[in-house]
């Protein structure tokens, strides 16, 4: 069995006008992703943003769960953000993945729209059963990540439907849908 990183890309990322932007750091984005991970045993979660001020941001929270008061009053929370790490870009969580695991992951993405490499959540949930290679799960934050980026990766996810017309979820429900989609209980065979 494969292992499963995640990426939260907060740069470079469209804005609702198309323009490229570094989108802000969340405290829920931080903390619902995390306890998913945990839930799903990903190996690592990387908020990935180029700015300082936005690392400052993200170590405050994280030390405050796992070195000051949150970690006595909310030990589950604290748990969960052990799996919390900043990083700076993409290529450094690739990098930091290398380095763990002895070769690069395959770089796979989200987004609401399809390109020539979307595959499927079975094809992925087969990577992730079958596969030795470990996977960096990266979603986008704002409007998506930026064009010549979303080209660079191995394949990228097909949308999530619902049931209607409308397709603009916010991040920590994605990431909670798809990480149950391709790691989850196969609860369709119960």
């Known amino acids: 069995m494969a292992n499963l990183y995640l990426g939260l ?3 470079p990322i469209y804005n609702k006008n198309m323009k490229v932007v570094a989108t802000a750091v969340t405290n829920f984005d931080i903390h619902d992703i995390s306890r998913t991970a945990r839930t799903y045993d990903v190996k690592r979660y990387f908020l990935i943003h180029p700015l300082d001020e936005q690392k400052k941001i993200i170590t405050k929270i ?3 769960w796992q070195k000051g008061f949150g970690q006595v009053y909310n030990p589950d929370r604290s ?4 799996r919390v790490t900043y990083i700076p ?10 380095e763990v ?3 690069k992951p395959l770089t796979i993405t989200t987004d609401a729209r399809k390109y020539d490499n979307t595959v499927s959540y079975g094809f992925v949930r087969n990577l992730l059963k079958e596969g030795s290679q470990p996977i960096l799960l990266l979603f986008g934050t704002g409007f998506g990540i930026e064009k010549s980026v979303m080209s660079s990766f191995d394949y990228i996810l097909e949308p999530i ?4 017309d409308y397709n603009h979820l916010c991040v920590r429900s994605a990431a909670a849908i798809i990480i149950d989609r391709i790691a989850g209980e196969q609860w369709w065979l119960k």
């Open 101 to 103: 695991e002895g070769v």
């Open 62 to 64: 994280t030390d405050y």
């Open 89 to 98: 870009s993409i290529e450094n969580a690739i990098d930091a993945i290398e």
């Open 161 to 164: 439907y619902g049931t209607c």
């Open 9 to 11: 890309v907060h740069y």
């Open 79 to 82: 748990n969960a953000l052990e």
